[in-house]
Every structure is written in structure tokens, then in C-alpha cells.
């Protein structure tokens, strides 16, 4: 299940603004629909970046929302539009994770790698989706990684198959998910979809028997997005 957030689109001397009242998401752009693209980025990222479960939406309608903020748009022409988060690429997140692993700058690894930092910033924006094999192995060359490329499979999971996250932290977790038959049929490692987000599961993790349940399993996890 994908979450959608109400978002309210309202012209402007300069073009149009949007903004997503549940999560003070804000787009300002020259047209509507570059300012719904833009909202629906500033979602995934938002998302990306909570510490805890996703907010689940309740506005469908401006009139859902509370009084001050449908009195603030008055008489106003506004478009409502429900907006879902953008598709963020598992490549440029990791891409950023280690350079800021490095510690190392944009510009100082750009140099080593002998692109213009713009190239490598390119590389490391999750919407991002063009990336070249040669300039990631320049990249894990100058960074001392190694460039793993696997085709994994990716299985859409029913709402609330995943049960939790435990420790690990939100980007890192081990995933406790029920034993449906989507996961049961398929092979680790393995990219599952959910309503908390998109994750790769890499292999099952030791049970731990104060916590074991069962029809369900604890998986090694990594956040994609």
C-alpha cells in the first residue's frame, strides 16, 4: 500500500506553491505540475529522513484539514491532489551514504576521480537514474570500496507484513515480517516494497528466544528508500 498526503496547489504571482499541510512539505514552481513533482520528491525525502514509522495520512480534502488552515486559504483557488513519494534510487543512496562514510569532500573526491563535483553530486541525488558502471567503479576505486552488481528480486508485500523494526536504527534494521506467501516462495537476498518503506533483506537473522513468534521471521535489513 502506498501512502498518499493531501497537497494543496495555490497560483502565485511567479507561477504556483505547494504544500503538503500534514508534513509542512513546501514546492514553489513556474507550473502545477512541476510543483506536484516536487512535492512528491520532498515526500520521499521526508519519509527517508523520519526516525520512526511513517505518519499515516487522514486529509483527503482541504475541508478535512482543521479550521485555521482552510481559513488561511480563504477564498483562494486551490487544486487539492493527492500526492504518493517519489521512486528514490537505491544507487544514489548509497552512493551518499559512502561519501559521508569517507569523510572525505564532494570537491576533493570529484578531484581524485577526476570529474567536476556537479557529476558527483548528480550521482548521489536519489531521483537521479543514469548512472554509469565506470564512473561507480571510479568512484569505489578513489573510496576504497569494492562494486558489487546483483539483479535481486523485488516482492510487493501486503500491508502490514512487516511487523517491526528492531535494533539497528531505521536505516540498518532487522526487520521482523510476517511468513505470507510472497516471502515465503522467494530467494534472499531479496527487495521487498511495503507501506514503511522499501528495504533489501540480505538473510535471516539468528532468533533471538525471547522474542520469537511464530509465523513470523527476523530478516537482516537494509533501508533503500
Same mark, same amino acid.
Given at each position: /500500500?502506498?501512502?498518499?498526503? +493531501?497537497?494543496?496547489?495555490?497560483?502565485?504571482?511567479?507561477?504556483?506553491?505547494?504544500?503538503?499541510?500534514?508534513?509542512?512539505?513546501?514546492?514553489?514552481?513556474? *507550473?502545477?505540475?512541476?510543483?506536484?513533482?516536487?512535492?512528491?520528491?520532498? +515526500?520521499?525525502? #521526508?519519509?527517508? &529522513?523520519?526516525?520512526?514509522? !511513517?505518519?499515516?495520512?487522514? %486529509?483527503?480534502?482541504?475541508? &478535512?484539514?482543521?479550521?485555521?488552515?482552510?481559513?488561511?486559504? =480563504? *477564498? !483562494?483557488?486551490?487544486?487539492?491532489?493527492?500526492?504518493?513519494?517519489?521512486?528514490?534510487?537505491?544507487?544514489?543512496?548509497?552512493?551518499?551514504?559512502?561519501?559521508?562514510?569517507?569523510?572525505?569532500?564532494?570537491?576533493?573526491?570529484?578531484?581524485? /576521480?577526476?570529474?567536476?563535483? $556537479?557529476?558527483?553530486?548528480?550521482? %548521489?541525488?536519489?531521483?537521479?537514474?543514469? #548512472?554509469?558502471? *565506470?564512473? +561507480?567503479?571510479?568512484?569505489?576505486?578513489?573510496?576504497?570500496?569494492?562494486?558489487? +552488481?546483483?539483479?535481486?528480486?523485488?516482492?510487493?508485500?501486503?500491508?502490514?507484513?512487516?511487523?517491526? #523494526?528492531?535494533? =539497528?536504527?531505521?536505516?540498518?534494521?532487522?526487520?521482523?515480517?510476517?511468513?505470507?506467501?510472497?516471502?515465503?516462495? $522467494?530467494?534472499?537476498?531479496?527487495?521487498?516494497?511495503?507501506?514503511?518503506?522499501?528495504?533489501?533483506?540480505?538473510?535471516?537473522?539468528?532468533?533471538?528466544?525471547?522474542?520469537?513468534?511464530?509465523?513470523?521471521?527476523?530478516?537482516?535489513? !537494509?533501508?533503500?528508500?
Amino acid at each position: /500500500m502506498t501512502l498518499a498526503y +493531501l497537497g494543496l496547489i495555490t497560483p502565485t504571482p511567479d507561477g504556483y506553491a505547494g504544500l503538503l499541510p500534514e508534513l509542512t512539505v513546501l514546492a514553489n514552481k513556474k *507550473t502545477a505540475e512541476e510543483v506536484q513533482e516536487a512535492l512528491s520528491q520532498g +515526500l520521499a525525502l #521526508h519519509l527517508l &529522513d523520519a526516525e520512526q514509522v !511513517r505518519p499515516k495520512p487522514w %486529509a483527503q480534502r482541504l475541508t &478535512d484539514l482543521p479550521a485555521e488552515i482552510q481559513n488561511a486559504y =480563504g *477564498t !483562494r483557488e486551490v487544486k487539492e491532489v493527492l500526492i504518493i513519494p517519489a521512486p528514490l534510487n537505491p544507487v544514489s543512496l548509497q552512493v551518499e551514504r559512502a561519501l559521508a562514510a569517507s569523510g572525505l569532500s564532494y570537491r576533493e573526491v570529484a578531484r581524485r /576521480m577526476g570529474a567536476a563535483p $556537479a557529476a558527483l553530486v548528480q550521482l %548521489a541525488d536519489p531521483f537521479y537514474w543514469d #548512472h554509469r558502471v *565506470t564512473s +561507480l567503479r571510479q568512484l569505489a576505486e578513489v573510496l576504497n570500496l569494492t562494486l558489487n +552488481l546483483e539483479f535481486v528480486s523485488t516482492v510487493e508485500l501486503p500491508a502490514g507484513t512487516i511487523l517491526g #523494526h528492531l535494533w =539497528g536504527g531505521i536505516t540498518a534494521p532487522k526487520l521482523r515480517v510476517r511468513d505470507v506467501p510472497e516471502m515465503m516462495s $522467494a530467494e534472499l537476498p531479496l527487495i521487498v516494497r511495503s507501506e514503511l518503506g522499501t528495504f533489501q533483506l540480505s538473510r535471516k537473522a539468528d532468533p533471538d528466544p525471547q522474542l520469537d513468534r511464530t509465523g513470523s521471521t527476523i530478516y537482516d535489513a !537494509r533501508k533503500l528508500g
